[in-house]
């Protein structure tokens, strides 16, 4: 069956309602916390992902039917002085998993990446989340070491907003 992915429409109402059918989908699952997004964080997030400057996602579409999402950042790697592109979510709806949805989102986020003259891709994955994983380290991906130092390592700090959450 035929992966078609695409640069998300922001104007269009079926990909805008496809973005967040599919995060709302993984955030609901235990591996994304087990909570649907919030009300206000399913207003916010399409119109502030077309707002942000480095913001590229990609849908992933079987049937004509949104069933996954790439939501990638453009950074910047200064020992490369280079572009990067960041996954930073991508996820596909539970019964879509183990068809090739994943695999032609990272492929074609890596083409975007290489378009832009990318020196690499990056993404965060939990530990116990083994089928995305094996996923990642199939593609290509691996633990990233400068030198004879370990692995790098992903840190997070959460801050108060003002007004919540």
């Not at 094996?134 to 992903?154: C, K, M, N």
Request: with cysteine; hydrophobic share 40%; proline share 5%.
């Amino acid at each position: 069956m035929q992966v078609d992915v695409v640069d998300a429409d922001f104007s269009n109402t079926a990909h805008r309602d496809g973005i967040l059918d599919v995060l709302n989908s993984y955030a609901s699952d235990p591996v994304g916390g087990g909570e649907p997004l919030s009300a206000g964080v399913c207003e916010r997030l399409v119109p502030a992902l077309r707002d942000h400057p480095t913001a590229m996602v990609l849908l992933a579409a079987m049937r004509k039917r949104p069933v996954g999402v790439a939501v990638c950042f453009l950074g910047f790697s200064t020992f490369q002085a280079r572009p990067l592109l960041n996954i930073h979510d991508l996820a596909v709806l539970p019964e879509w998993r183990g068809r090739g949805v994943g695999r032609a989102l990272l492929a074609a986020a890596e083409d975007r990446a290489r378009q832009r003259g990318c020196c690499k891709l990056t993404l965060e994955v939990q530990d116990s989340n083994r089928r995305a994983l094996q996923l990642y380290e199939r593609f290509g991906f691996s633990d990233f070491v400068i030198g004879d130092s370990g692995p790098t390592r992903f840190l997070a700090k959460l801050l108060d907003l003002p007004g919540g959450r």
